[in-house]
């Protein structure tokens, strides 16, 4: 049976910002030290999360019937989390039996179905929606062009695994064994910092004599390698390369 390639986004994950899935770095810090003593792996841990998270839907959805394969492709986060949170995009690959069980699923539940489209697009004051609010709609009019569009697919995923009680919680709890944040402390330096690499030429030369913030715009304006995890009064000299 033909299978296609539908782009959208993970239903049921809420998002970073705010929510249950925003980092915990409580948990990584020793009694006697504090927050400003580690440095935390966020990227890492957004990754595993949603790389987790992609893996627990498309099982999720599997259970409920619907034959499905779910491909982690990125996380969009928003410029300001205003008005929307992070998402987690993804790629399904679905056959048709599984988009007519879809269209079945729909229209036996009709009724929650519409609740459902009501109160999540129903614009209203500080919020407009760019999609309808009637179940009918969605069912005669978004479905059959649902492999040319990036959104309903992920929407009505969304209803599917909510009416049928999978939550956020639930999400949350089917991966918390397999991410991690990961904290490693930050190191005095007493002498030296040695960051290598090299230019067209492979010379290098060892400059000393950078103290504290000045360390970090000396390097700048080298325009060479980015320094990270360290802050000024952690270092004291530091070897640049011509």
Same mark, same amino acid.
């Given at each position: 049976m033909k299978k296609v390639l539908i782009h959208s986004w993970l239903p049921i994950f809420p998002g970073f910002y705010g929510t249950i899935f925003e980092p915990d770095e409580s948990p990584c810090i020793d009694d006697d030290k504090t927050f400003d003593d580690y440095v935390f792996d966020y990227k890492q841990y957004r990754k595993d999360v949603a790389i987790q998270s992609t893996g627990a839907i498309e099982q999720a959805l599997k259970q409920e019937g619907f034959n499905v394969t779910i491909t982690f492709d990125e996380i969009y986060s928003p410029r300001e989390y205003n008005f929307g949170n992070d998402s987690i995009n993804v790629s399904y690959v679905v056959n048709q039996n599984t988009l007519k069980k879809v269209k079945a699923y729909l229209r036996d539940n009709i009724k929650e179905f519409s609740a459902y489209c009501l109160d999540k697009y129903t614009s209203r004051s500080g919020f407009m929606s760019f999609h309808s609010n009637q179940a009918n709609v969605w069912i005669n009019e978004?479905?059959?062009?649902?492999?040319?569009?990036?959104? +309903?697919?992920?929407?009505?995923?969304?209803?599917?695994?909510?009416?049928?009680? +999978?939550?956020?919680?639930?999400?949350?709890?089917?991966?918390?064994?397999?991410?991690?944040?990961?904290?490693?402390?930050?190191?005095?330096?007493?002498?030296?910092?040695?960051?290598?690499?090299?230019?067209?030429?492979?010379?290098?030369?060892?400059?000393?004599?950078?103290?504290?913030?000045?360390?970090?715009?000396?390097?700048?304006?080298?325009?060479?390698?980015?320094?990270?995890?360290?802050?000024?009064?952690?270092?004291?000299?530091?070897?640049?390369?011509?």
């Open positions: 978004y479905l059959p062009v649902i492999e040319d569009n990036d959104y +309903y697919l992920g929407a009505i995923f969304d209803f599917i695994l909510r009416n049928e009680e +999978y939550t956020d919680e639930q999400l949350l709890s089917d991966i918390i064994g397999n991410v991690c944040l990961d904290a490693q402390l930050k190191t005095k330096i007493s002498h030296y910092i040695n960051i290598t690499w090299f230019n067209s030429k492979s010379k290098r030369l060892e400059q000393k004599g950078f103290y504290g913030a000045n360390a970090f715009a000396n390097a700048q304006k080298w325009g060479r390698k980015k320094l990270e995890n360290f802050n000024s009064d952690m270092i004291q000299t530091i070897n640049l390369p011509q």
